[in-house]
């Protein structure tokens, strides 16, 4: 959840920089993404959050 912005995709980066998850928004003025990560292995992931003009924010999400 990004407060007052417009989502428009959301991704699961591994530390390698590879992309393992994308996500675009389907449904137009969207603030809130859930992504499933149980299948994915223990370790340290960066969620972006890119808005639709283009801003991002990333955080660290570490999976254990």
């Known amino acids: ?10 991704q699961l980066i591994d530390v390698s920089g590879k992309v393992v998850y994308q996500q ?3 449904h137009k003025g969207m ?3 859930r992504m499933d990560v149980s299948n994915y292995s223990p370790g340290t992931y960066f969620v972006k959050i890119i808005s639709v003009g283009g801003e991002f924010a990333l955080r660290k999400l570490v999976i254990e």
Do not use: S
């Open 1 to 10: 959840y990004v407060r007052g912005v417009i989502l428009h995709a959301g």
């Open 31 to 33: 603030d809130k993404l």
């Open 24 to 26: 675009k928004v389907i």
